[in-house]
């Protein structure tokens, strides 16, 4: 499994100790953020130009790096992931996503107080469904899933590095698993799109 935009890797290293026979590369083009992966396998790389053989992944994975890009930037990443991936094998993204006037406000709201995050209208792309979905397509994969993820507990325990009066959140495990469970419910309400901040795409690279 590859994962990119990794950081330090906290989800290839979940993926690492939850399957059997799994072995991951991490990729990130800060070669800081790669000297805290707990990973065996750290590459310094950039999406636009992955430094690995053809069809040499049966999976790939992100979580929160895409919107990073330019939004013509997209094309060349998503090309570069595809012609990494085996023939069948799965692309999952776990992203940040503005498909409602609701989320969309928040953020407005929520962004210029926090100043860590930079200048978030400049340096990277408003990600929708849409757009996704879309840019998914047009490079070749298949669509095999798309659902709304990250409501109460993203905005609680999601930014204490930024936010850090959510820190007592994140440290009570019991109120912890039950925002989670709470975000799990709804997630599954028909409104969801509308109250959720982030989205769950998987998407298949077809078989020849």
């Known amino acids: 499994m590859l994962d990119i935009f990794s950081g330090q890797s906290d989800l290839g290293a979940l993926a690492r100790d939850t399957f059997e026979d799994c072995t991951v ?8 953020m790669l000297r805290f992966s707990t990973l065996s396998a750290n590459v310094a790389s950039d ?40 023939p069948g094998g799965s692309f999952v993204m776990a992203e940040a996503v503005d498909d409602s006037f609701l989320i969309s406000l928040v953020r407005k709201i929520a962004y210029p107080r ?13 990600l929708t469904r849409k757009f996704l979905t879309g840019h998914l397509q047009k490079s070749g994969f298949e669509i095999i899933s ?9 905005a609680a325990l999601g930014q ?14 019991g109120l ?3 925002l989670v469970r709470l975000d799990r ?12 901040f982030g989205c769950l ?8």
Request: glycine residues 4%; aromatic residues 10%.
């Open 146 to 154: 798309f659902r709304y993820i990250e409501n109460v507990a993203y």
């Open 185 to 196: 419910f709804i997630e599954k309400l028909p409104f969801s799109s509308l109250i959720c």
């Open 176 to 178: 912890a698993k039950l």
């Open 114 to 126: 926090l100043e860590e995050l930079g200048d978030r209208e400049h340096d990277e792309t408003v």
């Open 47 to 86: 999406s636009a130009a992955l430094p690995f053989k053809p069809e040499a992944f049966d999976n790939i994975v992100v979580c929160g790096g895409l919107h990073h890009l330019r939004e013509q930037d997209f094309p060349v990443a998503l090309k570069e992931i595809r012609d990494c991936l085996k």
């Open 25 to 32: 590369v991490a990729a990130d083009k800060y070669v800081e």
């Open 160 to 173: 204490t590095g930024l936010v850090s009066f959510t820190r007592w959140l994140a440290r009570g495990s």
């Open 201 to 208: 795409v998987e998407a298949r690279k077809p078989r020849a």
